[in-house]
């Protein structure tokens, strides 16, 4: 059987927030749903969350988990002391434990995976997930034999000059025996600097400890600060921007393109300098997304241009242009080759195939049919200042420059409302709709210097 356990009991003070560490946001994740996610192809057989600093919000945070169980670490005691509060939820458990830490966000399920591997084919008491690190400042020196036994662990702050010039750390994540550790733990003591419970020290206790080396040292890497929490996210984004670029995604200048964990991307799609995908987004091929444009929760069909754009929780069909500085959101939904060009909004729209909205035009709560042109300036009233109203247009309808449709109103198929009116009653198919005052001109209003003539009262 196997069990994991992660620590999240830490507040994070180097972090600078009120918000636990491990609740810290992380392209999309917060650090500690990082590290469960990992363990997901485990098929663990029990998942353990040790949390103390604001459980309840940890607690409320891991809510949507499966069967993740949670122990309380009242007092922050070291990590030793974390592990101690499982002696009585796996009591009469038998098998292995994996420890994680809630702050390491970038390990891989297949490193996990990899560690216990070598604990089974050791037949070991523990193996301690290990890292040879250019710059080992801050992680305990572990010290091992030619078969890679551990022979000792020493804490950076206990290294005397010529330990600390070892390289190989403890990454702070570990598998163990379950029964041999449960014998081990209440034998911790703190003889140390810190005068905490070390888990380390249980290696004193134990018979066969081994040491198995990370291919990537940046999964080791734990956040304490905001420096390494940035450090953490451009070692996902680039992780990300390499997968799909050898799945055949095509991106210019990629350190500047930010992609979250759940992106799809087809082949043949072409990222544009400083784009990014958030959330659920899909973009299928043929498809250019930038530059400077960002996509969040959306659907983009096949050959679509995205350009210096917003699109948010949206759906666009095949063969769109979108842009330059258009924003679509609140589940708007755009039909095939259709144009919503410059600085136009959509918002809660549907919108039907060959509809061009070219350029400055508001278009909320509104549905709106096939080859419709909406003019420049087109708004859609959709508040009275206390609901929400809808407008329908029909096919083949067009808007005149500075319309202003004050909703709720429906204008019907083949319907031409001419420029600069406001449209406050249905209009029928087929019609041509006028709503502006006649136009009124003074002659030999000003002087030649532009001033009012006043005119002799007598």
């Known amino acids: 059987m196997l069990a994991v356990a992660v620590l999240a009991a830490g507040k994070g003070t180097r972090m600078k927030s009120t918000l636990p560490k491990v609740l810290q946001p992380l392209g999309g994740k917060s650090l500690v749903e990082r590290v469960l996610n990992a363990t997901d192809s485990l098929q663990a057989d029990r998942r353990i969350a040790i949390v103390g600093y604001c459980s309840d919000l940890v607690r409320e945070a891991l809510a949507s988990y499966p069967h993740l169980e949670f122990a309380e670490q009242a007092e922050q005691l070291g990590t030793g002391h974390a592990i101690q509060q499982l002696l009585e939820p796996l009591a009469g458990f038998e098998g292995e434990l994996v420890v994680l830490t809630g702050d390491s966000p970038l390990m891989r399920a297949e490193t996990i995976q990899a ?87 249980v290696f004193d206790y134990l018979t066969s400890v081994y040491a198995s080396d990370l291919e990537d040292p940046d999964e080791s890497l734990g956040i304490n600060d905001r420096l390494q929490l940035a450090h953490a996210y451009a070692v996902l984004q680039k992780r990300a921007r390499d997968k799909w670029m050898r799945a055949g995604v095509t991106m210019l200048l990629p350190e500047t393109i930010t992609i979250d964990d759940e992106v799809e991307l087809a082949p043949n799609v072409t990222i544009e300098p400083h784009s990014h995908l958030r959330g659920n987004t899909k973009v299928s091929a043929g498809t250019t997304i930038g530059p400077s444009s960002l996509i969040e929760n959306s659907i983009i069909g096949e050959n679509c241009s995205v350009q210096f754009s917003v699109i948010e929780d949206s759906q666009i069909a095949d063969n769109c242009r979108i842009g330059p500085f258009a924003r679509i959101r609140g589940e708007s939904i755009v039909g095939e080759k259709c144009r919503i060009g410059n600085f136009v909004e959509l918002k809660n729209a549907k919108v039907g195939n060959r509809t061009n909205a070219a350029h400055l035009s508001y278009l909320g709560d509104a549905t709106i049919g096939q080859q419709v042109n909406i003019g420049a300036g087109t708004i859609t009233a959709n508040y009275d200042g206390f609901k929400k109203h809808q407008t329908t247009i029909g096919d083949r309808s067009k808007t005149g420059s500075n319309s202003v449709l004050v909703a709720p109103i429906q204008i019907g198929e083949n319907v031409n409302i001419a420029a600069g009116s406001i449209i406050v009653e249905d209009v029928a198919d087929n019609s041509l709709a006028i709503a502006r005052s006649p136009q009124v001109t003074k002659p030999d209003y000003y002087d030649p210097e532009g001033r009012k003539k006043i005119k002799n009262k007598n």
């Open 115 to 201: 560690l216990i591997d070598s604990h089974r084919q050791h037949q070991a008491s523990a193996t301690v997930l290990t890292a040879i690190l250019p710059n080992p400042t801050g992680y305990g020196r572990v010290f091992c034999d030619r078969t890679m036994q551990i022979e000792r662990i020493i804490e950076h702050r206990d290294c005397n000059p010529e330990q600390i010039l070892n390289q190989r750390v403890s990454t702070g994540v570990y598998c163990f025996d379950w029964s041999q550790l449960a014998l081990a733990l209440p034998k911790l003591t703190t003889n140390n600097a810190q005068k905490e419970y070390y888990l380390t020290e």
